[in-house]
């Protein structure tokens, strides 16, 4: 379930109505409590590792349910990623470093523009470096949480009743 998205996703139809698609997963895992916390809302359930399981980069399962065109249907969009604080934390990162890399960008071309000194494209470029590394961090918690995140899988799975692959 390698995955080189920031939130690896997946979509799938299946064969019931919101309701009971959200009333059949919170039951199937409602027995697994010492393994998942689940919170259940009006079209949306979250799986996640319960609390003395969870590290840092421990992922978390989003599901939004929504009804499809043709009745009885439903379309399940899951989103894997970190609980909500790390996910902000990686967000505003890419949000700074991205808006000073632009102010660099801007001071870099204005200098090579008048024919000063081009100091500018360094901070061009550590800005970019620091987006990349951000990156790999991202990666890198990806795959520390690797192992949860298949185990969050493997229940999902089997609560639905059908594989899903995950892009």
Known sequence: ???????????????MDPETVRETI?????HETDR????????????????KDRHFW????NLSLESAEEPGKTIIHGIYGPNANVWSLMLFSYLIVGFLGIIAGVIA????VI????WGFWLLGVA???????YLVAQVG?????????VIHQAYESAIGQPVEVH
Not at 1 to 12: K, N
Not at 26 to 30: D, F, T
């Open 1 to 15: 379930m390698s995955s080189f998205h920031i939130r690896p996703r997946f979509r799938q139809v299946v064969e």
């Open 26 to 30: 919170v039951e199937r895992l409602s």
């Open 36 to 51: 998942f916390e689940i919170k259940n809302f009006t079209d949306f359930v979250c799986l996640r590792i319960h609390e």
């Open 58 to 61: 421990s992922p978390r399962l």
């Open 109 to 112: 071309f204005s200098q090579w």
């Open 115 to 118: 024919g000063t000194g081009t």
């Open 128 to 134: 970019g470096a620091i987006l990349v590394a951000l």
């Open 142 to 150: 990806q795959k520390l949480g690797a192992q949860q995140t298949f």
